[in-house]
């Protein structure tokens, strides 16, 4: 790691005194004085091309799947040919959403048989993300892959292998780091803006039966009108169970608990950040406390993360938290602790807070004052604002957008995407593993470079 803190410092400060220079690669800056310190909305400079249409299919139609595809639809230049559901009520509330002309079937297979078929979002749970993705980009589709990108973590170096091989585009679903929020403090952080990296930490706090995953199960849930065999063909065969189908995300088989789930977020953002590989130590600890509803997994998770030092990062501790029985509700954060400051990160801004304290041992603040005449203690400076708040320009479409915009450009274009197979791997990896640390009650070492067990 460079030691140039200080002069990215100085850098950082000048750069706000001088409010009208443009600080991101793609986006504008503007800044105003308010009472708080200093606010500066963040934009983009330029739209998204459409120049070929992309056909997408959709595998996976619940919950986020539609949100991908709705949000995937809005990006100029896209259509949505086909959707694929193990649920038939899921099937039929896509042709009522979408057309009833509009192509659907339980068999991912068909979809992959397609030729109008450009890319598949993959928005199944968890056990079928692998599998899915490496038979859609063998089959010749690009893939937008939810999150996590695997079930566990021996199923990541296939993709990979298969993303390589195949060349398809391959984007895993942790839209945050397409967004300006986080591309705003990527930019502040290497400008010194909180100095050296130390600790960072995150937080998701929830306390409602939807937030804790125990979502309504349809009333005409049946093994007639549920495809339960294919959904447990790849893992523990059980006889068929609404209960395990709808809320997945509490089985082991299917889901990855509150670490695949919302850890993940947090890593790829603070990796997407920090340009980190990840951590070489993970610890977790938790516990079911409330939500005993025969589920597998805890509703209480905290972590903790060792990052070794790289050339782009000293080394820093991470801790995160997953709370399901907590008061305060709603509550998510990623905050970036340095030597000099702090900042809240969110998809759509960054609030930075710079320590109180001024250096008193600056040499040049030192010699100002000599030549002013002035005594060194008890003179009152100037001081700049302590706390300024970056938000995203009215009317921005969000990190979602941002993630299928840049998705689409990869495909159109071979831009590079903003989350491929091998940091979507390094954004699982330590999540999974807080799962198994968790459960064999001992800390896991990974080597996050060569993304491998030690
Ligand atoms: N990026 C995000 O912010 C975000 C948010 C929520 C969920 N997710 C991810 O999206 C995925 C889906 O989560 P959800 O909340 O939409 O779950 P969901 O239960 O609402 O939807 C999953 C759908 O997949 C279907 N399905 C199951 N197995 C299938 C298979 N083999 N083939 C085709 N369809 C199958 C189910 O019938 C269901 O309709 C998960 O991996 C989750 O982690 C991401």
Redesign the pocket.
Known sequence: MKENSQASRRGFIRKLATTTAAVAVGANVFAEETESGLYQSISRQAGFSANDQINIAL???????V?DTLTGLKVPGSKLVAV????DG?LKDAQGRWGSELYTT?S?KEILARPDVDAVIV????H??QQ?SIDAMRAGKHVYC???MVHSIEEGPDIIKVQKQTGKVFQV???GVSSLGNEKAKELLAEGAIGKLIYAEGFWARHSPIGAWQ?PIPSDASPQT?DWE??VSNTNKQPFDATR??R?RNYKDYGTGMA??LFV?LFSSLHFITDSYGPNKIYASGGLRYWKDGREVPDVLLGTFDYPETDKHPAFNLSLRCNFVDGTSGTTYLKLVGTEGSMDVTWDGVTLKRNKSVDSDDPFYIEQMRKAGSSIIGRKRILPPEEYTFAAEKGYLGGPYDHFANFYNAIRNGDKVAEDAVFGYRAAAPALLCNDSYRKEGPILWNPKKMQLV
């Open positions: 595998i996976g139609a619940g919950g986020m799947g949100q694929c559901d193990l649920y899921r339980r991912y928005a199944t749970p968890d079928w993300h899915i939810e999150k996590p679903g942790s839209q979502y549920v294919t959904f189908f709808f997945w695949g789930d977020h």
